[in-house]
């Protein structure tokens, strides 16, 4: 099932300069979730499961590479955004997306499951489906790589990922070259049921790398680096008292110009794994 829209690219849609990874990540994944509630023919409101009970849409992976980065793409840019969705039984969702500018393109993929929420513990959300009448979005034939690949990394026996055609090995997770702790803004980092955002994972990520090479490096990080790839896998969520735990695993320099990261977020409270990042950031296009 094929989607399209149009946008424009003002100052709400950018940050320092470029276009806004918090909003890319928003337009995106309400893209994939307006297109599975018209694939089911419901509004989200109404999606339940076979004993009534409100479903949601949570990312298990989303991944996007930019051909440039995100500070190719300047104000005032009319942006067109096309996806294609397609599912794998009734509870996986698979969207494959270009967002395409006159002089930059994101292209991204993103993957659902449908759970349920315990209303008292965020850690536990329970894995259902949709209970529709008709679900008019394509059938997968056979369980998609993309989603293999995140099954493989939740397991720990994923070795390797692809980036711009080079591979590169995956670090042991009790691999550590920084830590840091970082608390929870609610009015910021939880969606409208109180979960911990799935947009809000790689921008805490994000602001963690930072405290590293500020403290480690004299570029101005945030200002002067943007992302070309991430690659975000999502393996639990928290409570909204709860703290994150970050971890750089890796850092290599690609170029001079060029850091891939590869990076964790755990739940202070149990020491739970809730997701591992590989990024890679690079200078600004001037």
Known sequence: ?????????????????????????????????????????????????????RLYATFVRIRYTINKNLNSFKENDDLELNSEISRFGNSMYFSNMSLKSESAVVNSNLMTT???????????????????????????????????????????????????????????????????????????????VGLL?????????????????????????????????KDIHYFGNCNSDDKIKFVIHELESLSDDQFLISSSLFRESDGELIARMFTVKSKAVR
């Open 1 to 53: 099932m094929k989607n399209s829209k149009r946008l424009v690219v003002d100052m709400p849609q950018m940050a320092i300069g470029a276009l806004s990874e918090s909003w890319l990540l928003k337009e995106l994944g309400d893209f994939h979730w307006a297109s599975i509630c018209k694939g089911l023919g419901k509004k989200s409101k109404e999606l339940v499961n076979d004993t009534d009970d």
């Open 114 to 192: 449908f759970t349920l929420r315990n209303k008292d513990d965020n850690t536990k959300l329970a894995k259902s489906e949709p209970d529709v009448a008709e679900n008019t979005i394509p059938k997968e034939l056979s369980f998609p790589s993309f989603g293999a690949e995140y099954r493989q990394l939740r397991k720990d026996i994923l070795k390797e990922f692809t980036f711009s055609e080079e591979t590169f090995s995956v670090p042991e997770i009790g691999k550590s070259i920084f830590e840091s702790s970082y608390d929870l803004i609610p009015y910021h980092d939880l969606n409208g």
């Open 197 to 229: 955002y799935f947009a809000a994972y790689p921008i805490i990520n994000d602001i963690c790398t930072n405290k590293y090479f500020k403290a480690h490096r004299s570029e101005n990080w945030a200002m002067d680096y943007f992302t070309e790839f």
